[in-house]
């Protein structure tokens, strides 16, 4: 039975017999009893008239459609741009609440710098590399909002190589660049594979729903990094593994476990 069904059984059945008991107590001597049905009566009787009322206002609004919204399903392809690299997915929608991902991103930098120490102007290389493939699935809290999880296989191998830019002198002796060498520092992730977790917003662009973007922000973990020590001539001693170099700056950078991300990404539908 619809509301407008329940509305007009009030009417015959609890309004009509409430509206002729109540005109009839007026007419009655007022004592205790007709004075405690009248207080009873009285509220019951004006949320049945409240209801009528809001039924006779209801059938002047037209019924909205009671039709669901179309899921969004279908298999997409797109590009996106993120702290982890520039790269391409393909995501498939499989319901309202549900969808999967899948691509790469890669990253390459490359950025030279001069620094000065004990009088002599070193270069310092370096090189940046990141990337990787991924799998994610994406659950919609609400409309637009959805969590994101999954793994990662990294491609996180930063590095680093100084070499003195100029002969020096140190005492009687000037040592040439190529007889003070060069060092070499590699970082690479403790786990190849991460774990990922982030937090995103899908919107459409269009009433179709074939154009889509969104923005994410999340987090890989990447484990305490390894630290790699290669040197030549002069340097060469600091590598040493005797010396314990290596172990001292894993110590050093053991807090930095997890790497940030941040993308925004567009896709189309494929079919």
Known sequence: MGYPEYCFVLKVFFVAPLAVKFASMRFQPLNQYNYKMKIYLLPCFVILLCTSFLNSSAQDIPEPDQKPNPVNKGFYAGGQASTNGLGFNFKYILSRRFS????????????????HGYGVPFNAEVDYKTGGLFLLGELFYARSLYLSAGIISNNFQPQAEGRALTSFRYGDIILQPSTVGTINVEVEPKYRYSPYAGLGIRRFLDKNHVFSCNFETGLFYLGAPEMHLEATGLFKLTADPANGKEEYLEAQFSAYKYYPVVKAGIAVRLF
Do not use: K, P, Q
């Not at 999967?100 to 620094?115: D, K, P, Y």
């Open 100 to 115: 999967l991902s899948a691509g790469m991103e890669t990253m390459h930098l490359v950025r030279n710098f001069e620094i």
